[in-house]
């Protein structure tokens, strides 16, 4: 999913109840899991919600973290997303300092990462970029030779590719 | 029929087969109070001095019975007292059902008087827990409740009632009792492939929890020791699921466990791990401990496989449905020379040396045991005084020793001490404790003199944090900070003012006397031994240790 090593992506079908979110960040949080990041949605069942995370961690930790999360009351399924089975996005939106100086440059870059530029005024930009976690953080990279406002990434949401539906019960 | 969410409470309680119920009234719960008045003929309700008090003995009742237990208290305050209880169910997994009052639904998240969020603050200390907003949803969330706190490894639940919930009506349909709803997987290649390593051990080695208790396999264990002639050694949690009158059990193992049994773990060749959970108190050494076995665990939690040793073979079901279909694939046999060394190693175990002018603390548990019988319950708090009640009461029966062995909590005794005597009036119920612990909660004397449950509390009192100060005395070169605190408490006088009585002794012969007269008391006594504050707990392997690092003195 990303270059960095032990990054594991975590999709958990949840009951949609006030209070699940509470329930498996403070297990996470508890037993010392990372989150990198954590997205919730609604699924096309309107009583079961999708919680994505990105975590950290061995195989070891890793079994840990899927067990303990299944054993939560409300929880429906874990599913360990791997990086060759699985399709991951993010969006981007990051606003940078341009005058008329650099505007051209970054236009330049936006173009190869196909980003969008969906905010524009004389002294700054926002561009919009979608895509895999690994080619934000490649334009970022880019990014960072020009002066950066503000960032903001809405971490990963993730499905398995091909036919397979993660069964909720 | 019509109820208000009270009525309902009271009808599902009676429903799920409870008839005793602990806690403490308030505002938040008054509603729930006034139904239960019309259902005093059914449901026994015991008020203890505080909420603590009454969640460890809801805790006690439950784990002498094997029934849930059921505490009751009121918002904010009322809550947060419990939450001792509820963490120390949680670790040994017990189950409990907690019910807490709050405010009114339309009061919830403004600071109102006495509100506490006790659904987020016991998150992590339940299975399960709920807050019930509607009524029409309350019976059904009760009996989930009791579903959950019973079913795969047991736990407590808590269910939070705003007091509007209590007032409202709606139709009430009865339901059934739950039972546990929990189905095994396990296939028969699974039972042959671990059937087939132990069946090729020369030495193996049973180290066993709780859980066997949990799972009710009790039997089914001791069948499988002696068909295949395994030597087994049990957990903190699991004194008495295998009775110390069967030859094959080799008594506690881990820090203050016999070196015999450690040294049995260590050089086993199979170690069969069932229903428990490789603690830091048994596993000292992660990486060391039974180095030289195949392993293979049993338990009915998957997350337990793998998370503080990893194993090398590992069963996932119900304990005594795996042991019932083990059983017939395990070769009969004799493992002679294995059972001679270990004979050996026992025959080596350094025992204390008696000495009747004063008390040692292995004659007062063996005093007890003698005196109390094979009926007795015994229940201990938490620090040396539980240490030595593990290492040298006659254990012979499952749910008869009740302690604090995950969360380790000091002042757990005297509640459920309570439980287990209200459960078992027949049975003599013996509090042992310190007088480090018992100073946390012995103002639960007054329950047990209100309701005239004639608890037996035998103080060990060396007049020090006895377990702390051990420690210091030996990884902290002997500075006593903390430890001493140096109380002048005349437990005697103290148990007077209780309306209980007290006995004080000082050496043997005297303590003898006291437990035969506090036998036929019938009424709650409180028993004093003093003893020497240098006595410690032995053997010993700090944290981290293993056999080469035993202390013997």
């Known amino acids: 999913m990303t270059n960095k090593q032990n990054k594991q992506v975590l999709s958990i079908l949840v009951d949609n109840h006030s209070g699940v979110l509470a329930r498996v960040s403070s297990l996470f949080c508890q037993r010392g899991f990372n989150i990198d990041s954590l997205t919730v949605s609604n699924t096309d069942n309107p009583e079961i919600s999708r919680i994505t995370i990105v975590t950290e961690g061995d195989n070891q930790v890793l079994e840990q973290i899927i067990k303990q999360t299944k054993k939560l ?67 970022m990279e880019m990014m960072k030779e020009y002066d950066i406002l503000e960032m903001c990434r809405t971490g990963v949401t993730a499905l398995a590719r091909g036919g397979v539906s993660h069964g909720i019960k | ?136 949803e309350l019976a059904d969330t009760l ?76 039997q089914d264990l001791r069948e499988l020791m002696q068909k295949a002639e395994i030597p087994a050694a049990h957990t903190l949690m699991a004194a008495g699921i295998v009775g110390c009158d069967e030859p094959l059990n ?103 040396v008696d000495d009747p002018t004063v008390l040692k603390p292995h004659q007062i548990m063996a005093e007890i045991s003698r005196q109390a019988g094979e009926n007795a319950i015994y229940v201990t708090d938490v620090g040396q005084h539980q240490m030595w009640a593990a290492q040298y009461c006659r254990h012979l029966h499952s749910r008869s020793f009740l302690t604090s062995g995950g969360l380790g909590t000091m002042g757990y005794g005297y509640g459920a001490a309570i439980g287990a005597k209200i459960a078992f009036p027949n049975r003599p119920v013996i509090h042992i404790t310190g007088d480090g612990s018992f100073h946390m909660n012995m103002n639960e004397c007054c329950t047990a003199v209100s309701y005239n449950v004639p608890v037996i509390t035998v103080i060990m009192n060396n007049s020090v944090l006895g377990m702390v100060r051990q420690w210091q005395t030996v990884f902290y070169n002997r500075r006593y900070s903390g430890s001493e605190p140096e109380r002048v408490t005349d437990y005697a006088k103290v148990a007077e003012g209780f309306g209980a009585k007290g006995y004080k002794c000082e050496n043997l012969a005297q303590f003898t006397k006291a437990l035969e007269m506090a036998l036929k008391d019938n009424c709650p006594v409180w028993i004093e031994c003093v003893i020497d504050r240098e006595e410690k707990v032995l053997p010993m392997i700090p944290g981290g240790g293993t056999i080469d690092d035993v202390m013997e003195e």
């Not at chain 2, 009676?14 to 602990?22: A, P, Y």
């Not at chain 2, 006495?114 to 992590?124: D, K």
């Not at chain 2, 639940?157 to 189905?183: H, R, S």
């Not at chain 2, 401990?289 to 079901?317: C, H, L, M, R, W």
């Open chain 2, 250 to 352: 080799l008594g506690l193992m881990g820090m203050h466990g016999r070196l015999s049994a450690n040294k049995a773990a260590d050089k086993a060749d199979v170690m069969i791990a069932i229903g428990t959970r490789f603690s830091d108190r048994v596993a000292l050494n992660t990486e060391k401990f039974a180095k030289d076995a195949t392993i293979i665990q049993i338990d009915i939690d998957p997350s337990e496989v793998n998370k503080n040793v990893a194993v090398d073979y590992s069963i996932v079901g119900d304990v005594k449905d795996i042991l019932s279909r083990l059983l017939p694939l395990v070769d009969e046999k004799k493992h002679t020379p294995w059972i001679e060394q270990i004979n050996q190693w026992r025959g080596e175990d350094k025992k204390p």
């Open chain 2, 1 to 136: 029929m019509i109820l208000n969410g009270s009525q309902i409470l009271a009808e599902v309680l009676v429903e799920q087969g409870v008839d005793t119920l602990f806690g403490y009234p308030g505002g938040a719960i008054l509603n729930i109070c006034d139904a239960l008045y019309d259902y005093r003929d059914e449901i026994k309700q015991y008020i203890t001095a505080h909420e603590q008090g009454a969640s460890h003995a809801a805790d006690g009742y439950a784990r002498a019975t094997g029934k849930t237990g059921v505490v009751l208290a009121t918002s904010g305050p009322g809550a947060t007292n419990l939450v001792t209880g509820i963490a120390t169910a949680y670790m040994d997994s017990v189950p409990m059902v907690a019910i807490t009052g709050n405010v009114g639904t339309s009061l919830i998240g403004r600071d109102s008087f006495q509100e506490v969020y006790i659904a987020g603050i016991t998150m992590p200390i339940t299975k399960h827990n709920f807050v019930v907003r509607r009524v029409e």
């Open chain 1, 73 to 139: 009351e409300e929880t429906r399924n874990v599913v360990h997303l791997r990086n060759d089975e699985s399709l991951f996005r993010e969006l981007l939106l990051v606003k940078i300092a341009a005058d008329h100086r650099v505007r051209r440059e970054i236009c330049g870059i936006c173009e190869i990462y196909r980003a969008k530029i969906v905010d524009l005024n004389v002294s700054s930009l926002i561009v919009e970029l979608t895509g895999s976690p690994s080619k934000i953080d490649g334009f």
């Open chain 2, 143 to 218: 009996r989930a409740a009791f579903r959950i706190a019973n079913t795969g490894r047991k736990g407590p639940v808590l269910v939070d009632i705003p007091k509007d919930v209590t007032a409202a009506k709606c139709e009430f349909v009865p339901g059934k009792k739950q039972g546990n709803t929990y189905v095994t997987h396990v296939s028969d290649e699974e039972i042959e492939t671990a059937a087939d390593i132990i069946n090729k051990a020369e030495r193996p080695f049973i180290y066993f929890g709780g859980g066997v208790g949990s799972a009710k396999a009790c």
